[in-house]
């Protein structure tokens, strides 16, 4: 199935260092969420971004929804311990029985050292 | 608030036996998916429902794969036969709708091992 290009694939910074990571495509999307996943657990959402150009922050996260609408980024500011994990892009977007589908990418894994 | 349930957290079966997995939603939440997520790729999503009626199955593999939600809450994910290409960590979520917004909220996921 379809998967979006995000990318690093992997990053490996030290502890207090800012990240940044990014998410294209090819189609057009009408929402871009960004996600992250601890080890043996389900993905938890960071931040929705539900319009072109729109820029919004959670704590230390800025992510913003390009205005091509086929590409978002999400940075960490300061990063912490904590912010071990993978991180994953996904677009949505709405068929014409307002039902949502999501293409997810690959993922970025990140790793701090302290 | 309860999260998603999903069981059993492991299984070790081999290739074509038969597995189930089994989810409780988010209390209120209509819509429940299952995913599954291969080791370095992101979640796949096999089968999506709307309380108990399907909504999205195109990419469950039907010759083995069967899924259902009987009234509308708890769901169950078959594999019979299971072959090796199904070890995978399957994660089952829900969610609910304002408008168009819409937060998915997942389980901690069944991690399964075909030998």
């Known amino acids: 199935g379809q998967q979006l290009n995000q990318s690093p694939q992997s990053m490996f910074i030290q502890e207090g260092e800012d990240v940044s990571m990014n998410c294209t495509s090819s189609?057009?999307?009408?929402?871009w969420l960004w996600y992250k996943q601890d080890p043996g657990e389900g993905p938890v959402l960071l931040i929705a971004?539900?319009?072109a150009g729109e820029l919004t922050s959670n704590g230390r996260l800025t992510a913003q929804f390009g205005i091509t609408r086929k590409d978002s980024f999400l940075n960490i500011s300061a990063s912490i311990p904590s912010d071990v994990g993978i991180y994953f892009c996904?677009?949505?977007?709405?068929?014409?029985?307002?039902?949502?589908?999501?293409?997810w990418g690959l993922g970025t894994s990140l790793a701090v050292n302290p | 608030e309860a999260g998603v349930a999903q069981s059993p957290r492991y299984k070790i079966i081999e290739k074509r036996q038969s597995v189930a997995f089994w989810c409780n939603p988010i209390?209120?939440?209509?819509?429940l998916y299952w995913y599954q997520q291969i080791l370095g790729q992101g979640p796949k999503l096999l089968i999506q429902f709307q309380n108990n009626g399907v909504v999205d199955d195109s990419q469950l593999p039907k010759d083995r794969f069967s899924a259902e939600r009987l009234k509308g809450v708890d769901s169950t994910l078959k594999i019979q036969p299971a072959k090796l290409e199904d070890s995978a960590v399957y994660l089952c979520?829900?969610?609910?709708?304002?408008?168009?917004?819409?937060?998915?909220?997942f389980g901690s996921g069944t991690q399964l091992s075909v030998l």
């Open positions: 189609s057009i999307f009408n929402t």
């Open positions: 979520a829900s969610s609910f709708r304002r408008g168009t917004n819409e937060k998915l909220f």
């Open positions: 971004l539900y319009k």
């Open positions: 209390s209120g939440h209509a819509t």
């Open positions: 996904a677009g949505a977007t709405y068929n014409a029985g307002n039902n949502r589908k999501l293409i």
